[in-house]
Structures are given as structure tokens and as C-alpha cells.
């Protein structure tokens, strides 16, 4: 292995982890509500820019990171309870140009709060790169894979031990079936918008110290996350990390030998590709329409 | 004989009033913008009326495909750049006349959808959304990268539009191109509707699966409108690239398709004069507002979210609608 190859490879995971994140946050929701938020984008912003103007206005960094996770957390349950449930049993038409208007609008407020400029964050400890096989590993990098990591397990330990977790299984199952035996569903909802922005949130303020970031970041971060949750087959959570981590690394690479300018067509051309050659994904199931 | 010519005299003027009666809408248009003119104080309020004119012809055409077919399209934007494109690059660096460029463009692009349309409109909901958008984002990269053909994110100089050595030159003829498209737009789109074609792409929108069990192959119409709305997006595109001047791979970003999705749900889906409504609003509005130029995102994003909760059928068809049940009443 070449170490221009380890090193394509080492920042296409760091990113990769950031796209699984996004990814699951897509998964939950999708399976808690069946739609698919396009707002999941501006989750990660949100994180992002928060924690970057807590810290410019001198809140240590250890502090400045859970708050700025929980106003993602707030924002995220208020575009579930202001947006979402008062459209509830719209068309799908409907809900997308939704999601897309709560994407733009928040985008929009962002630019308004934190204009359009570029911001970074301090690296967590330090900046000095390990060197493993003549390619460099940011220590940040360390951080961005260690926090996906937890959030990954932590997310199983949520819906496979807790009753919570499994209600909301429940739910994505059998909406109907699950309120018949005393899930309440809209709380499962909020939830699921909760989570989701949770999981963005850390994603962007464990990022924004490597890749800058800015009041426009969410948008194509959230098509990252969403490439990667078609390409682990919506719905699938195993599917998102595992997309999330290729689409990272398919990135990386097209940009280190094919082209820099067209990296960020990689993540369309994967989501063309699956949904015309696999619509179900590398771990979904096949569905049927209903008449 | 008297009596039988005079009742055919009567017959044609009754056909005649039928006519008016149907396409009383239309001629309606037709009346609207034919008058226009006379209150447009300067070459400003030229220049919004032309784009509200352009932005509401795409707007018919994509309101087929959404409101009546059911097919969400965030691709739309893209066609429009192709065909803009073309237009500049054939014109500027090829020297080919401005009609045949514009007919060469939209052919290429009706061409380019009708190659996407198989793989693209077999897919449903989010899906469809999902894929439309990577064209559309894929196209508008590759506009963006090859700057050698598309000048980059600089953006194009196009010269002016002419035929056969007149040119169109100021803002009142380029309002006549404008207008005369827009209401042959609307009437085809009207016509279109009422056809069997129409009632197909209404059946399809109702169930799919429904639809091609009553005999309809949904693949085939659902092609053909997709085909047909970008074609005009692209004709539209051309036409706009040499009124402007100039034409940037921002046009074709997707913040333009969302927009012009906006538009036709903001005025309302399944009905073409919302389309023209809701392009009329959402590109006038920014213009006369341009005090608020920091809140435009907002404000846009707004707009959708709260017509989506509070009127999902549009402003125009919900106002009609209350309309006529207060006359009831």
C-alpha cells in the first residue's frame, strides 16, 4: 500500500464517519415517519457554527461543544413539532418541498445570525499528525472516528436494550400496530427528529476543526448522508455506516487520482447508480406499492 | 333553407361563444399581457416583467409534470442551463445563428431527458426527488468544471438574439417574445390537459399501478411530459441567456430548481394559471423587496414550509376555491 493511498484512504474515513452519522439520522427518521428529511444537512451546520461562535465568544471548548449538540437537539425537535406533525399525512410531493423549505429557512436564519464567511474550530488536542506508514493521521481525526464510533454503539445499545429504542422499532415497523399497544407515536416522532439531530450535531462540531465550515456546509452534507443511507438501503442501520464510510472513501480517492473539481460529483453519481441498479441497496429489503 | 341557414348561423355563433367560454381564461392572459405595456413605467419594471414571463412559461410546463403527473422534478433548473448554454456556446464560439442554436439546444436536451427518463421515472417519491437532484447537480458541476467550453464559474457573454438580421434590442420587444411565448405556453398547456394525454397523466397521478391496469403505459406518458417540460425549459433558458447577456452555472444549481418548484406549488399544484401566479409572486417579490436581500433565504424557505402546512393545494387554487364556496354560500 502506497502512503498517498493510506492517506486518501485516512481522510476518506474521517469523512466517511461523518456521512454515516448524517446517514443514520436520515435512517431513524425515515423509519420512525417515512419521510426523508432534507433538513438533516443543516443539523451538522447548526453544530458546527454554534459550538464555532460559542467559542468565539470565549465559552471553553468543553462546554461550548454539549451546548451547541443541544440547541441542534432543540432545533431538531421543534422542525418535527412546527413542521413535520402539521403536515402528517401529506402527500410524499408535500413533505419533500417541506423538508427542502425547513432546510433553506434554517440555512437562511443561519446567514442572518452568522453570515456567510468561513469558520473553524480549534482542534481537541493539538495539531501535531501521527505518521503511520508514511501517511499523516490528524489527532482530530482520531476524535471524528472515535465519536462516530460511540454514537454508533450507543445508538444499539438505545434500540436494542431500551424500551424506548424498541418502541420506536416498533413504530417503524407497524405505525398502527405499535399505537394499538400503547406507543405514542408522535412522541416517537420527536424522537426521532431528537436523535437525528443529535447524531448530526456531533458530527459537525468533531468535523469543523478539519474541514471548515460555514451557514451553506449543510447542503451537501446532507446529500453525503443521504447517498450513504440509499446506499445501505433506507432504512438500514448497518447499511448507513457501511455507505457512509464508502461514500467517504469513494470520495477521497476521486479526488486524489481521477479529478479534485469533480469530487463532489462522486456522491451523485453513487446515489444514480444505486437507485437505478440496486434501488433496494446493500442491506434493504424489496417493498411492493400498494394500490 | 332560410331556416336551415339561419339555424347553422346559430349553431357557429353558439360554437363561437362556446369557444370564448372555455378559453375565456386563456384570452383572458392574453388581454393581461397584451396591456401590460401600458403600466410598465420603465426599462426596470420591463426587465421583471420578462423574467416573471420567463420563469412562468418553465413553471406551466413543470406543473404538468408535478401537479398533474405527480413526478417531482428538482432538475428542472439544469435543463433550463443546458439550454441557455448551448445557445452561448453555439452562438459565441461557433458563430451559428441564434434560432438554430435555440432549436439545436432544446433538441439536445429533449434528447439528454428523454435518455434519463427510463431509469429516472421509475422511481417514485424520495426516490424520484433524489435522483432528479444528482442529475441536476451532476449537470450543473459539469457546467461549473469545464470552463474551457462554459467560461467557468465567470459565466458566458451571449450576444443578442436575432433572426434573419432583425434584433430583438430593447426591453419592450424582448416583453412581446415574452408574452407571446407565455400565452402559447399556457393555451398548449390547457390543451394539453383536456387531452387523453392529460387524462392519462391525472389517472397516473391518482395510482400508478391503477392507471396501467386501466391500459396506460405510465412509463411512456410519464417519458413524454418529462421530455416535453424540458424542452421548454431549455427553449426558455436560450431565450433568457440572450435577453440577459450573460449566463452563469449558478441558473442551473439547485437552488433554482427548488425554486422554481416553489413557484408552482406556491401557486398551486394541477392548476396552470397557479403556476403563473406563483411564478408571477415569488419573482416579482424579491425585486420589490430587495431591502430584505439578507432574509431572501429565509423568507424563501418560509414561503414553502407554511403554504405546504396551511394551504397544500397553492394560494391561488385555495383563494379561488373559498371564492366560490362564499358566492354558494
Not at chain 1, 464567511?117 to 472516528?145: K, N, R, T
Request: hydrophobic fraction near 55%; charged fraction near 10%.
Amino acid at each position: 500500500m502506497s502512503s498517498a493511498f493510506l492517506q486518501h484512504l485516512f481522510s476518506g474515513l474521517t469523512i466517511g464517519a461523518i456521512y454515516a452519522l448524517a446517514g443514520l439520522g436520515f435512517t431513524i427518521i425515515y423509519n420512525a415517519s417515512h419521510v426523508i428529511n432534507f433538513a438533516q444537512g443543516e443539523f451538522i451546520m447548526i453544530g458546527a457554527m454554534s459550538a464555532v461562535s460559542l467559542v468565539g465568544m470565549g465559552v471553553p471548548l468543553a462546554v461550548a461543544v454539549p451546548l451547541a449538540v443541544g440547541s441542534a437537539v432543540l432545533v431538531g425537535v421543534a422542525v418535527a413539532r412546527f413542521a413535520i406533525m402539521p403536515a402528517r399525512d401529506a402527500s410524499v410531493v408535500t413533505l419533500i418541498i417541506i423538508t427542502i423549505g425547513t432546510s433553506i429557512f434554517l440555512r437562511g436564519v443561519a446567514q442572518v445570525l452568522w453570515g456567510k464567511g468561513y469558520h473553524a474550530l480549534p482542534s481537541f488536542s493539538g495539531d501535531a499528525p501521527f505518521i503511520l506508514m508514511g501517511a499523516a493521521l490528524l489527532p482530530q481525526s482520531l476524535w471524528v472516528l472515535g465519536a462516530a464510533f460511540a454514537v454508533v454503539i450507543s445508538l444499539g445499545w438505545f434500540f436494542g436494550r431500551t424500551l424506548f429504542g424498541k418502541a420506536m422499532l416498533a413504530t417503524a415497523c407497524n405505525r398502527f400496530a405499535a399505537q394499538l399497544v400503547g406507543v405514542r407515536v408522535s412522541g416517537v416522532l420527536l424522537a426521532a427528529f431528537a436523535l437525528a439531530a443529535f447524531m448530526g450535531a456531533v458530527g459537525g462540531v468533531v468535523m469543523a476543526p478539519i474541514t471548515f465550515t460555514s451557514s451553506d456546509a449543510g447542503v451537501s452534507l446532507g446529500i453525503k448522508g443521504f447517498t450513504a443511507a440509499v446506499l445501505g438501503g433506507l432504512g438500514s442501520g448497518v447499511g448507513a455506516v457501511v455507505g457512509g464510510l464508502v461514500v467517504g472513501v469513494a470520495e477521497a480517492m476521486s479526488a486524489g487520482y481521477l479529478s479534485s473539481s469533480y469530487k463532489e460529483a462522486t456522491a451523485f453519481v453513487i446515489i444514480l447508480f444505486t437507485l437505478f441498479f440496486m434501488p433496494y441497496g446493500l442491506f434493504g429489503r424489496p417493498r411492493a406499492e400498494r394500490v | 333553407m332560410t331556416n336551415g341557414s339561419f339555424s347553422k348561423a346559430q349553431t357557429s355563433k353558439a360554437q363561437i361563444g362556446g369557444w370564448i367560454r372555455r378559453h375565456a381564461d386563456v384570452l383572458m392572459l392574453a388581454v393581461v399581457v397584451a396591456l401590460l405595456p401600458l403600466a410598465l413605467p420603465n426599462a426596470y419594471a420591463y426587465d421583471i416583467a420578462i423574467n416573471v414571463g420567463f420563469n412562468a412559461a418553465v413553471c406551466v410546463g413543470l406543473n404538468v409534470l408535478i401537479g398533474y403527473a405527480g413526478q417531482i422534478s428538482l432538475c428542472h433548473a439544469a435543463f433550463f442551463g443546458l439550454g441557455a448554454y448551448a445557445s452561448g456556446v453555439l452562438t459565441g464560439r461557433f458563430d451559428w445563428p441564434p434560432l438554430l442554436a435555440l432549436i439545436v439546444g432544446a433538441g439536445a436536451v429533449g434528447m439528454v431527458a428523454w435518455i434519463l427518463a427510463r431509469p429516472v421515472l421509475r422511481l417514485k417519491g424520495h426516490f424520484l426527488a433524489m435522483a432528479t437532484m444528482g442529475v441536476g447537480m451532476i449537470i450543473a458541476i459539469v457546467l461549473n468544471t469545464e470552463s474551457w467550453l462554459t467560461g467557468g464559474s465567470d459565466g458566458l457573454i451571449v450576444g443578442e438574439f436575432s433572426v434573419l438580421g432583425f434584433a430583438l434590442q430593447n426591453e419592450r420587444q424582448w416583453w412581446w417574445v415574452t408574452a407571446i411565448l407565455l400565452v402559447v405556453v399556457v393555451a398548449a398547456s390547457r390543451n394539453l390537459i383536456d387531452s387523453p394525454l392529460g387524462r392519462a397523466l391525472r389517472a397516473l397521478h391518482g395510482s400508478e399501478i391503477g392507471a396501467a391496469a386501466a391500459g396506460i403505459d405510465t412509463a411512456r406518458v410519464k417519458t413524454m411530459v418529462f421530455v416535453l417540460s424540458a424542452t421548454l425549459a431549455a427553449v426558455v433558458g436560450s431565450l433568457y441567456a440572450h435577453y440577459a447577456g450573460m449566463i452563469t452555472p449558478s441558473r442551473a444549481g439547485f437552488m433554482k430548481s427548488v425554486e422554481l418548484v416553489t413557484m408552482v406549488v406556491f401557486g398551486g399544484m394541477a392548476s396552470t394559471f397557479g403556476a403563473v401566479f406563483g411564478a408571477t409572486i415569488l419573482t416579482a417579490l424579491p425585486q420589490l423587496l430587495t431591502a430584505f436581500e439578507d432574509y431572501e433565504t429565509m423568507i424563501l424557505g418560509g414561503i414553502m414550509v407554511g403554504t405546504m402546512i396551511f394551504m397544500p393545494r397553492g394560494l391561488l387554487v385555495t383563494a379561488l376555491a373559498s371564492l366560490r364556496s362564499w358566492r354558494r354560500r
